[in-house]
């Protein structure tokens, strides 16, 4: 039977966490939990020379596992051999941040392993390829790999906000006494960072707007906002480092949404290249938004939501951040000298 989907994906460079990360999400893509039971798939997993060991071992496990949908497992530390033809890319490894370490601080660091891997993808990977981007600072990260793939439709690179989308229902659910399935139109907007900002003005609990179920307005302001904005940060100080089970999730859960038809009323959040958006946030940064799926991976903005000066002016410090953050990596998008505030 012929393999139709390729999936690359990096494995074993986020140490041994970022391992965990990503077996967790290569076994639910190999047992068919995003692409449906009748889609065979072939994973090709990238690794440094100092992984390649580890990536070994993970692809035994995979091999030995005899998932039925997996036709091929493959490794190296080649972008340009490992993202060919690919389908699907997950961009997980990057330098992970410390306990106190600002994600600012991982721009430089990290933005080289974007930009090359941009460069190879541009070269070699299918050209409707979708990528997501989940090493930090993820939405900028994705800004450096889709300027460097150009002949790639840049609609098709993403930064994962899908675990602040979790987080942030989470909490909702938890204040409300409901089950998290019970929560709804659920936006992150912005930067994959503190600037983020859960949207709980147009979320629903049972089909109702969250004001109208919990109606602790500086409750919603305040601690719901601030604890979905700095979930990750206090993860990595009492755990010592940074999210993984959750992540993982998060990606798979990411995937599916853009594969399967949005249900009816409802969307999801995705970090996306913001030119010809319709809410009036800069272009050429990427944001995340509220977005519906027709399935096969393509996605349209949500234009219906309504915004007031809470939401708008949260909109604003997020957008000026990534503005910020994209002129502290212009060496690695090719738009001039970096400037760093
Ligand atoms: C998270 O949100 O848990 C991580 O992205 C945090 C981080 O900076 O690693």
Redesign the pocket.
Known sequence: QQVQGTLAAEAARKECFGVFCTTYDLEALASGEVFGQDQPIALKLLGSERSLQALEGVAMELEDSLYPLLREVSIGIDPYVIFEDADWALLIGAK??GPGVE?AALLDINGQIFAEQGKALNAVASRNVKVIVVG?PCNTNALICLKNAPNLPAKNFHALTR??ENRAKCQLALKAGVFYDKISNMTIWGN?STTQVPDFLNAKINGRPVKEVIKDTKWLEEDFTITVQK???V??QKWGR??AAS?AVSIVDAMRSLVTPTPEGDWFSTGVYTTGNPYGIAEDIVFSMPCRSKGGGDYELVKDVAMDDFLWGRIKKSEAELIAEKKCVAHLTGEGNAFCD
């Open positions: 992970p941040r994600r930090n675990l602040d994959h979930r990750g940060g993860l990595i940074s999210s992540t």
